[in-house]
């Protein structure tokens, strides 16, 4: 009967530690869920209507370039750099912008000594 006992209390031990575990996963989810919300009501407050329908459509379309483009927004809003809201044509001067930052150059190199001897070996 003590294993019982033991068992019933190791039970009730693992059920306290996982919903210890779920009330702190809900709390993370709650607090995530708040930052996005001051996330969008900062983005609603200097983004015309369809620079942010422009930037919704981006970050749909490539999730890492929308919260690159949010993050560059929401750091300009807060050290003042943002003289009024930002229009569509503004958003698309700042993607512009960053990518022409981001923009990787891919260049091939083609080495015609070793093509070359290459094609010699065939004949």
Known sequence: MSGDKELADL???R??????MQQQQQ???EMQQ???????????????QQARARL????????ERGRQLESVILQMATT????????????????ERINAQT??????KFD????????????
Do not use: C, F, H, Y
Not at 15 to 20: A, F, I, S, V
Not at 103 to 108: A, D, E, H, L, R
């Open 80 to 95: 003042g750099q943002l003289a009024g809201r930002l229009s569509e044509a503004d958003l698309v001067a700042l993607v």
């Open 34 to 48: 708040q930052q996005q919300q001051a996330i969008n009501s900062v983005l609603n407050q200097v983004l015309d």
């Open 27 to 29: 709390k993370q989810e």
């Open 112 to 123: 015609r000594r070793r093509a070359a001897v290459d094609d010699d070996d065939d004949w």
């Open 56 to 63: 919704n459509t981006i970050s749909i379309a490539k999730p």
């Open 11 to 13: 039970r009730a031990q």
């Open 103 to 108: 923009q990787k150059t891919t260049s091939v």
């Open 15 to 20: 059920m306290k530690e996982l919903q210890g």
